[in-house]
Each structure stands twice: as C-alpha cells, then as structure tokens.
C-alpha cells in the first residue's frame, strides 16, 4: 500500500540542525510531491516547504528560506528536510505528506508519515 | 499572505449535525481540502477539491462553498468524529504556498 515512512524522534541543542526522512513505497515516487507540515504542541499545522523529485524544484515560505532544506535520493525513493540554527520554537512534530500529482498545486496531502517529534532543548 | 479563518471550536451534540466554516478571501476560485486530526495522529484526508470524499470517508460527510466560506458538513454526529479539523488551499501568488486554516476542535456533547 501507499505510504510515507519517517525517521525517529530527535533531540538538539539550540543553534544545531535536524534532519529528518521520509520513505515513500508503494507509488512511483517521481510523479508527486513531498511536502513538509509541522505541528507544535496544542498549536495547528504549518506547511515548511515542497520538493518536486521530477522537475527537481524546492521551494518554502519566505518565513523559512535560508533555513531549510528540502531534498531526496530517488534511487532509495527519500525525502528529507533538514532545519538548521534550531531555537525552542522548532520543537514540534514534523510530517511529510505527498501532494502535487505532476507538480499540480491543487493537489491535495492525500498520504501522510506518522511524524517526527523534533525537541530542542539545553 | 493569504489567511484562511475558521473558528476555534464547534460543539454538537451526538446524532445531529455539524457544520465547519472555512473564510478565506475568494475562496471560491480556489480549490479546497480538508483533514482530520485525531489526538496523537497524523492528519487525514477527509474532503478534497471542495466536496469530493476519499473512498472510506462516510456518506456523512460533505463540503461546499459559498461566497467566501467554504463549509465542512457532518451529519449524524458520533462520538467517533471528534477531532481536530483542518482546511487548506494552494496561494499560487505567493510562493506557491500551501494554506491551512487554524483548524476547528469538533466537540461531540
């Protein structure tokens, strides 16, 4: 079956970074999106960016360019999304969620990972 | 950036129905989806391109829109359908970006 496997929980200092993938199986994993959404606790959900693995694009919100960095092998059918310079208000659960059927932005999250809790912490 | 308003809670009681707003400004040129989120759960997709269900969504749900507000309707409310619920957009002005509403707690009395 479809589905998006991610890596287990971490834990950093302030100032470091988090990496974190995602596993795609069961669909052919050039033909659609990967985005990123995060959730901190209590709070909604927040979209981090989106790699598109056939035309080869990234691209994020201006509220996280230069800090995050979407990318994939898709040779192991993965995607990843590194965070760098990490304060407490990264701690949240991370999540990629396939969307954009051939880059279609209306495409909607049809598949999620089971999330990544990512706690920054001295 | 474009902002997408839905209220905070909605609080319905067991067999009746619930309705979900989701304001955002033209709304209707844009096609709209919808999650659902249990506590501890990734988010789920339960309402895409408006009013389409994805196949193991019950009958009992529904979307529309309206003017400004797009609208997430449950009928026959149980105590199951008590969750966290999202709507999204695509902003393609502005980064192509991804939307989401500040999600809506779903009560069941």
């Known amino acids: 079956q479809v589905q998006l496997v991610q890596s287990g929980a971490e834990v950093k200092k302030p100032g470091a970074s988090a990496k974190v993938s995602c596993e795609a199986s069961?669909?052919?994993?050039?033909?659609?999106?990967i985005n990123w959404v995060r959730q901190a606790s209590g709070q909604g959900l927040e979209w981090l960016g989106w790699l598109n693995p056939n035309t080869k694009t990234t691209g994020s919100p201006q509220k996280f360019q230069g800090r995050v960095t979407i990318s994939w092998n898709t040779s192991i059918n993965t995607a990843y999304m590194e965070l760098a310079s990490l304060t407490s208000d990264d701690s949240a659960v991370y999540f990629c969620?396939?969307?954009?059927?051939?880059?279609?932005?209306?495409?909607?999250?049809?598949?999620w990972g089971q999330g990544t809790k990512v706690t920054v912490a001295s | 950036s474009y902002v997408l308003t839905q209220p905070p809670s909605v609080s319905v009681a067991p067999g009746k129905t619930a309705t979900i707003p989701c304001g955002g400004d033209n709304i209707g040129s844009k096609s709209v989806h919808w999650y659902q989120q249990k506590p501890g759960r990734a988010p789920v997709l339960v309402m895409y391109?408006?009013?389409d269900r994805p196949s193991g969504i019950p009958e009992r749900y529904s979307g529309s829109k309206s003017g400004n507000t797009a609208t997430l309707t449950i009928t026959r409310v149980a105590a199951g359908d008590e969750a966290d619920f999202y709507c999204?957009?695509?902003?393609?002005?502005?980064?192509?970006?991804?939307?989401f509403g500040g999600g809506t707690k779903l009560t069941v009395l």
């Open positions: 069961g669909y052919t994993f050039v033909n659609y999106d």
């Open positions: 999204q957009v695509w902003d393609s002005s502005t980064d192509h970006a991804r939307v």
């Open positions: 391109y408006d009013s």
């Open positions: 969620a396939r969307g954009g059927f051939y880059g279609s932005g209306t495409y909607p999250f049809d598949v």
